[in-house]
């Protein structure tokens, strides 16, 4: 096995832990789109989610990957809302 093939496998790994992840995100994002719902609640609600990603940049150790992270952040909040809306 090449190098290359060795740190691709770790990519393939990691990249099956994010998706695990993202679904166990988007199962919380309906529960929550359910509650806002029963509360009569907006779907969205920017204070939170301009929270969310300064929060999520300010975890990284890497100050280089900022704008990757909020972009990234603010595309998992985008269909977070989609499946508040449609998941119900």
Do not use: C, F, H, W
């Amino acid at each position: 096995m090449t190098e290359l093939d060795r740190l691709r496998n770790e990519i393939d790994g990691l990249d099956a832990q994010i998706v695990q992840l993202l679904e166990e995100r988007m199962d919380l994002s309906r529960r929550i789109g359910a509650y806002k719902l029963s509360n009569s609640l907006p779907v969205l609600d920017e204070g939170r989610e301009n929270t969310v990603v300064q929060s999520r940049v300010g975890m990284l150790q890497n100050k280089d990957n900022q704008e990757a992270v909020a972009e990234i952040y603010r595309l998992i909040m985008r269909y977070s809302r989609a499946n508040q809306r449609d998941g119900l």
